[in-house]
């Protein structure tokens, strides 16, 4: 298939993809967080083309995104008010919140689940996009699965060329994670996984809010999975990743005295000058919100390094941080060295 690459600073070109988009096409698309792989959410035919393009499970639900709250009301039995509270505080946002799901939902996007998970973008081209379309859009991040999701066009160019119908170039995303995702399907709120929304931020609202534990830690053999993107190696480059946790100090004498010409770095902006191996940086240690902007590009060049093995600075998980620990030590395998 000959992959078309379109630009959404020409009008034509959103109008091309919103065409492609309701003749039951797939078209990569800029949103705040990654790119996504779009395809009409109430199509499950199109939908079903999304997982054949990723070489994704069929076991994973997709997330379904709505330009306006009133698309939001036929895809879900109800609208709880925790539910309405969330919406206000944080759409269009980096946000998706699961709750059970109406009849209209195609069996492709919930995977065999009851429940559908349901975002309200705040990229400007995502949400036009939404309503040339004139329906919802689901769409999982737009990367091969298990790579890193793609923060530009030229991301999702390299993974998915020759398998979707276009790529609509929207720029660089600015939260560089992926959602925040929570269920209200549960009592009391589950985080799924972490994202631009912390913890913090979303107990303002709910009060109580449990963090499932697979954001942090590997699910146990045989475990049940409430989210079944939680149980696949994610996000991982060719080289085997290894976080280091430690001091500053401790982390630049373990990886010098490492160094041997097959291992790498990544690693803060200001470790640079400390380190003597091929290192590739993610952002700065005092700010969260660069670490995730910059975390998925870092990942993609480490395969440039050439080396078999990287030590990874360990993020420290407050705040926004909490969305990079959970990305990174999937790219790890869930394999941390401590240090001091
Ligand atoms: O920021 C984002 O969320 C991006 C952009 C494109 O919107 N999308 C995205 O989709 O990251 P995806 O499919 O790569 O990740 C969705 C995650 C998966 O881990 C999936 O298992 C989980 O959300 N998920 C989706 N629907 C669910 C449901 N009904 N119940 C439990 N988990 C669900
Ligand atoms: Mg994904």
Redesign the pocket.
Known sequence: MKTEYLNARHPEDLQRAAKILAEGGLVG?P????????ANALNGEACKRIFAAKG?PAD????V?IADLSQWEPLVRKIPEKARRLAEAFWPG?L?I?LP?ADCIPAEV??G?D???V?F?AHPV?RELIRLAGVPLA?????LSGRP?PTTAQHVWKDLEGKIEAVLDGGPCN?G???T?I?L?VDPPRL??P?GVTPAALREILGELEIDPAVVKPLEEGAKV?????K?KHYAPKAQVKIVRGSAEAYYRYVNSHANGRTGALCYQEDAEKLQVPLICFGTQADESRQAQELFEALRKLDDLQVDTVYARCPDPEGVGLAVYNRLIRAAGFEVIQVD
Not at 31 to 38: D, I, K, N, P, S
């Open positions: 698309i949103t705040e967080t990654v790119y996504g792989l779009a994704r994973n639900p997709l997330i995104h980096p998706t699961i799901k919930s995977a689940m429940t559908v998970g975002r973008p995502a769409a999982p991040s737009a990367n999701s939260v994670v992926e959602s995702v269920s399907a799924f996984r994202g409430a989210s079944p993107g939680m696949y």
